[in-house]
């Protein structure tokens, strides 16, 4: 068994739990608070960051999209139908487009403020960048939401899946983002019909159930977190 060093409230750690999930692959999970910096975090990724895989050999691979990519080189190729990669290369292109989208734009504009601000602040120290909350970082973040949110309803009016006609990492990689989002009550679906409806087969999927179970210390999440239909 893999083992995966993440935080609940991450979505790239999200995203890599969903992708084993979908491979039926079990994920031994260890939760790290990378603003500890501990050495042995450090020593298997001096950037302190999440996520990270402990691969075969105890090798660690580093960052949720390498990890999607040694993912799909070691088991995908072998899932045929159940690829979360395609085989054409300009829609694999398109593929990475999105993750890159939900996993650096929406991380950069919207979830990584929110997370830091809502919820990771109040648990760390001062000298690690702990404290009060920031209302102009949490009022610009949700700004962004609406057009994120936006953008992936005309994605899923217009598509099957967000890059095409079956599910793949692009899919896996927004419900991530938005599930974070919706832990913490920050989504407003009700004028997105298309996104939500989207967001509702994803969420129904078993590789998800694992998230729907997610705790943060803190912050409990909102009444609908777990619902299914919703």
Known sequence: MLTLFHHPLSAACRFVRIVFG????????????PWLRRKEFLTLNPA??????????????VGATVIS?????TRGVLKRDRR????????RA???????????????????????????????PNAAGGGSPDS???RAARAN????????????GTRHWLAGGRITYADLAAAASFSVLDYMGEIDW????????????VKSRPSFRPLLADRVRGLAPVSHYADLDF
Not at 24 to 32: D, F, M, P, S, T
Not at 69 to 73: A, Q, R, T
Not at 84 to 91: G, P
Not at 97 to 109: F, G, H
């Open 136 to 138: 102009t970082a949490i």
């Open 190 to 201: 009700r004028d997105n019909a298309a996104a939500r409806d989207w967001y509702m087969r």
């Open 48 to 61: 302190g960051t999440l996520p990270v895989l402990l691969a075969e050999g105890d090798v660690p691979i």
């Open 69 to 73: 990519e040694y993912l799909d080189e």
């Open 22 to 33: 979908e491979y039926g692959e079990e994920l031994a999970l260890i939760e790290e608070q």
């Open 145 to 156: 939401i609406r057009q994120h949110l936006k953008y992936t309803n005309w994605l899923a």
């Open 94 to 124: 398109e593929i990475r487009r999105l993750i890159d989208w939900y996993l650096v734009k929406t991380e950069n504009e919207v979830t990584r403020h929110l997370v830091r601000e809502r919820v990771l602040k109040p648990l760390m």
């Open 84 to 91: 979360l990669f395609a085989e054409n290369l300009m829609d």
